[in-house]
């Protein structure tokens, strides 16, 4: 005797799986839109606004006064990423800290701060993000002019200028509550879409004769309608507990 294995398999039917999903449509999207509403306002009381100002400098490897060459503008370009280390160590952070009265400390410092060396350039920018513009606005300056002194003495170069002052932003760049509530509505609409789904696929009520056939292997011989009088009392149970349920 060879044992027999009932292997269970789930069939999706697409087109009936559809066919809920649009009938759904209305829930789906006003979940959608209510995730979407709640994700906007949460940002705007929860989130705090931060603001970025930008700051540039020019560094150039020549410690003479004689003509500039090519190997000098090659030599800068690759000291850039030396620079930029020189920009978030402790000795300009610190005095930074110290100069501005600002409540942090060395790391909290240097997390604002987002410093960039575009390829084939020896400028360096300084970019410091802040929930107050002006702040943001001083710390770059003063990162900046730090970082300058800094750089000469260690590097033993004074072509360190400023290639552009540091702005005070008008807008926040972050938090985007657009970019929020449009994941806000995705997400929603997504965890309606997947309730339907699992209750589609737990559903395992036979309603058809094909489904009599296709679950439990057997033969109809044929299907008997509900009485008329069996349809109002169904309707009735349908009207009390509907009613009961307004009642609570």
Do not use: C
């Not at 705007?44 to 000098?72: E, H, R, W």
């Amino acid at each position: 005797m060879e044992p027999t294995h009932n292997n269970e398999e789930i069939v999706i039917d697409l087109r009936e799986l559809f066919v809920i999903l649009i009938s759904k449509l209305g829930i789906i999207l006003l979940s959608g839109i209510t995730l979407g509403l709640v994700t906007i306002i949460g940002t705007k009381l929860f989130i705090t606004p931060q603001y970025q100002s930008t700051t540039k400098m020019y560094v150039l490897a020549k410690q003479d006064n004689s003509t500039l060459t090519s190997g000098d503008m090659q030599t800068s370009t690759l000291l850039t990423k030396d620079y930029a280390e020189l920009i978030v160590s402790r000795t300009v952070t610190e005095q930074v800290i110290a100069q501005l009265g600002l409540d942090m400390d060395h790391d909290e410092l240097t997390n604002k701060l987002d410093i960039t060396t575009p390829t084939d350039t020896r400028i360096v920018t300084i970019s410091v993000k802040d929930a107050d513009p002006y702040v943001a606005r001083d710390i770059a300056d003063a990162v900046r002019d730090t970082a300058a002194e800094h750089i000469q003495a260690v590097m033993e170069t004074e072509a360190v200028n400023v290639a552009e002052q540091a702005n005070i932003p008008a807008e926040p760049v972050s938090p985007s509550i657009l970019r929020n509530g449009l994941i806000g509505f995705i997400l929603g609409i997504f965890l309606v879409v997947a309730v339907v789904l699992v209750v589609y696929l737990m559903n395992d009520t036979v309603k058809t004769s094909e489904d009599v056939e296709q679950y439990l292997q057997l033969s109809t011989l044929g299907t008997i309608p509900l009485r008329e009088d069996e349809k109002k009392k169904k309707r009735k149970v349908r009207g009390k507990k509907s009613a009961a349920r307004g009642n609570k």
